[in-house]
């Protein structure tokens, strides 16, 4: 009977001891279960914000790309029309250095064949002249370009 009593206050003592401790352990697990999944939920927020953020920085991106690519675009065209137009003014010029160069070459000889065209091309205009020609001139070809 003594033996049965202390084998009784063992359980008891043991038992509250098993008892709390099992209580304990179910209540940290559960603990650090709950820990663990809030830490989870926080991760996957923060990649879901990420994500976002991300979504909206590309779609930005793509906007610029599409407006850069558009100006671009603009450029080269008004490029190509400049090049025409450089190109136009080049043959002109040529053209008309061409013929510059041919009626230099005219004079010339126009001074070494004739006698009279080389003493009035050598000689200065009367006074007053000039200017008459000179106005004439800017009446006939009213161009903001001169330097007269």
């Known amino acids: 009977m003594l033996t049965a009593l202390a084998r009784l206050a063992f359980k008891t003592v043991v038992g509250r001891w098993v008892t709390a401790s099992l209580i304990a352990l179910l209540l940290g697990g559960g603990a650090w279960k709950w820990h663990a999944f809030k830490e989870d939920l926080v991760h996957k927020g923060q990649q879901v914000c990420v994500q976002e953020i991300n979504k909206e920085t590309v779609e930005q991106l793509q906007a610029a790309l599409a407006a850069s690519k ?8 008004n490029l190509i029309a400049a090049a025409a137009v450089n190109q136009e003014a080049r043959d002109r010029k040529t053209e008309l250095e061409n013929k510059l160069t ?13 006698e009279t065209y080389r003493v009035w091309s050598d000689s200065d205009l009367p006074d007053g002249v000039a200017s008459r020609l000179r106005d004439e001139a800017a009446a006939d070809n009213p161009s903001p370009l001169r330097d007269d």
Do not use: C, K, P, T
């Open 70 to 77: 558009s100006a671009n675009a603009q450029l080269r065209a």
């Open 102 to 114: 041919d009626l230099e070459r005219q004079m010339a000889e126009q001074r070494e064949n004739d």
